[in-house]
T-cell receptor, first 111, second 113 residues
Framework: TQLLEQSPQFLSIQEGENLTVYCNSSSVFSSLQWYRQEPGEGPVLLVTVVTGGEVKKLKRLTFQFGDARKDSSLHITAAQPGDTGLYLCAGVPYYGQNFVFGPGTRLSVLP | NAGVTQTPKFRILKIGQSMTLQCTQDMNHNYMYWYRQDPGMGLKLIYYSVGAGITDKGEVPNGYNVSRSTTEDFPLRLELAAPSQTSVYFC????????????FGSGTRLTVV
């Protein structure tokens, strides 16, 4: 059983389309992070959100932390082939001290 | 700026053999971690360290061991390799504070046959 669930598991879209991926849990998290991982490399941090309801933007990427701090979403506008990769969410449960990772959403953006 | 360096990049082990995965960071981070990544399962924490001389078990520590004699180095030891240890292993480090993310190495792909 995963503490953090991510959906969809796989997503294949055309360049220029918009998309949203989700990270959900039944537990409350004190903070949540999103990473992107490319083949053969380690994950790279995209953003950290710490406040319920918080929205952060990074160019074409918009991240939102749920009001109840149990879920998060990542929205990409006008996706590009360079956005292709595995998107991982990670959070620290209120009862814990280490980050736990979701299984990831594998995104493929076709030119 | 090297960040987190892992060696080797690839390794094939026979069942029962042992090996050490090396990890070095040059950012003076106190926190260091070892994760394994299996398809569709995300990253699972094996061991972590909050500073030199201090280590603790993560979610999946069986079959592994670690040491942290310096701030920079955090090697992972596999004793008596088993096929279940076939995976991609990542070392990571970070500074204290949940707002700071991990810096990951580029991984070691291990196959046990």
């Amino acid at each position: 059983t995963q503490l953090l669930e991510q959906s969809p598991q796989f997503l294949s879209i055309q360049e220029g389309e918009n998309l949203t991926v989700y990270c959900n849990s039944s537990s409350v998290f004190s903070s949540l992070q999103w990473y992107r991982q490319e083949p053969g490399e380690g994950p790279v941090l995209l953003v950290t959100v710490v406040t319920g309801g918080e929205v952060k933007k990074l160019k074409r990427l918009t991240f939102q932390f749920g009001d109840a701090r149990k879920d998060s979403s990542l929205h990409i506008t006008a996706a590009q082939p360079g956005d292709t990769g595995l998107y991982l969410c990670a959070g620290v449960p209120y009862y814990g001290q280490n980050f736990v990772f979701g299984p990831g959403t594998r995104l493929s953006v076709l030119p | 700026n090297a960040g987190v360096t892992q060696t080797p990049k690839f390794r094939i082990l026979k069942i029962g053999q042992s090996m050490t995965l090396q990890c070095t960071q040059d950012m003076n981070h106190n926190y260091m971690y070892w994760y394994r990544q299996d398809p569709g399962m995300g990253l699972k924490l094996i061991y972590y360290s909050v500073g030199a001389g201090i280590t603790d078990k993560g979610e999946v520590p069986n079959g592994y061991n670690v040491s942290r004699s310096t701030t920079e180095d955090f090697p992972l030891r596999l004793e008596l390799a088993a096929p279940s240890q076939t995976s991609v292993y990542f070392c990571a480090s970070r500074t204290s504070g949940q707002q700071y993310g991990y810096t990951f190495g580029s991984g070691t792909r291990l196959t046990v046959v």
